[in-house]
């Protein structure tokens, strides 16, 4: 599901799960993907077919550089193993949220929705990260939205692995947009998601560790799932050059005295008794509000207590909102 996106796009289309239409292509059909590209209109989504540390999706606005990089990914192994086939998508228009399911192969129960922001720069702009910030709920994603996703989205998901004979127990994270009012899936992992876990475990009421126990002894139709009715919003700090190369071991200040937002320690470490930075993405300041903007309002005003040597986060997290 997370780990061949052909796999993933055949399992909507046969369950008739909405989403953009594809073709797949490998280096011996790199003519007929050429040809596909001619077909649609830019921009021109390109999609490495395994795993590539979130870096495998190119979305490109000139036809021949999406030829050129279609070559690099098939031919050129641009991404090693994972580009060996490459999905070419058509490419939706939209505003994205994700929605998070745990399921024990039979019943299932829904956990808070979330919005995360993965590029570097300000106003979604800049190379992919694994994530620079978070906010739940998503205040575009109303009970009328929300209830469309469950009945086009997660339950035709839930019974398509039944229908499959794919026993799956555990997380569905459903990557969607929303498209003219109506829900599409860009993709599905078979995880919570970072940093989306730091706002969504943060709103729940219910007991988590309850919850898993049900879902591995395949009780979760005894449950029901609370939430807080608060917003909960995260920032991430981030080093210096990341996504790209960044240098670690940079004394972190201030951290501990935070007492207003939940401090994550990500890529961190403490060495000769100090915590240093150990990753490109350090700590994420996780905060709660009577809205989103107050909860990013509180991040903002903890991370002013935080500091190391090229330390970098959006200041703009929710500017779509």
């Given amino acids: 599901m997370e780990g061949s996106k052909e796999f993933a796009k055949e399992f909507m289309f046969r369950h008739n799960i ?3 239409a594809y073709k797949s292509f490998t280096k011996n059909n790199l003519e007929e993907g050429y040809d596909f590209l001619e077909t649609l209109k830019p921009p021109y989504v390109l999609k490495a077919d395994g795993l590539a540390a979130g870096k495998g999706v190119l979305i490109l606005n ?3 550089e999406a030829k050129t990089e279609l070559k690099e990914m098939l031919a050129n192994e641009k991404f ?3 580009s060996s086939k ?3 998508e058509e490419f939706l228009d939209g505003i994205e949220l994700s929605c998070f399911v745990l399921t024990d192969g039979t019943s299932y129960v829904n956990l808070p929705n979330a919005k995360d922001y993965k590029r570097i720069g300000e106003g979604d702009v800049g190379l992919n990260t694994g994530g620079m910030g ?4 998503v205040p575009f994603a109303n009970e009328e939205f929300m209830a469309k996703i469950e009945e086009r989205v997660i339950k035709p998901t839930i019974n398509g692995l039944k229908k499959d004979n794919i026993p799956y127990v555990g997380f569905i994270f459903i ?3 929303k498209v003219n009012g109506e829900p599409k899936v860009i993709e599905y992992n078979c995880r919570m998601g970072d940093p989306e876990t730091e706002v969504v475990i943060p709103r729940l009421k219910s007991d988590f560790l ?3 126990i049900a879902a591995g002894k395949k009780e979760l139709h005894t449950k029901t799932v609370e939430f807080i009715n608060e917003s909960a919003c995260t920032v991430m700090l981030v080093s210096g050059g990341y996504p790209e190369d960044y240098k670690k071991g940079k004394e972190i200040i201030g951290a501990e005295k935070v007492t207003d937002s939940i401090v994550f320690h990500a890529g961190t470490i403490i060495k000769n008794n100090k915590v240093v930075t150990n990753g490109g993405r350090v700590i994420a300041v996780t905060s709660y509000g009577a809205n989103f903007k107050e909860a990013l309002k509180q991040s903002y005003k903890s991370i ?3 500091c190391f040597e090229g330390m970098n986060f959006r200041k703009d997290i929710g500017f779509d909102l």
């Fill in 18 to 20: 909405p989403t953009a």
């Fill in 62 to 64: 000139d036809i021949e």
């Fill in 80 to 82: 090693g193993d994972a």
């Fill in 86 to 88: 490459v999905v070419i």
């Fill in 134 to 137: 978070a906010v739940s709920p």
């Fill in 175 to 177: 990557g969607l947009i």
């Fill in 210 to 212: 309850d919850l898993l």
């Fill in 304 to 306: 002013n207590g935080i």
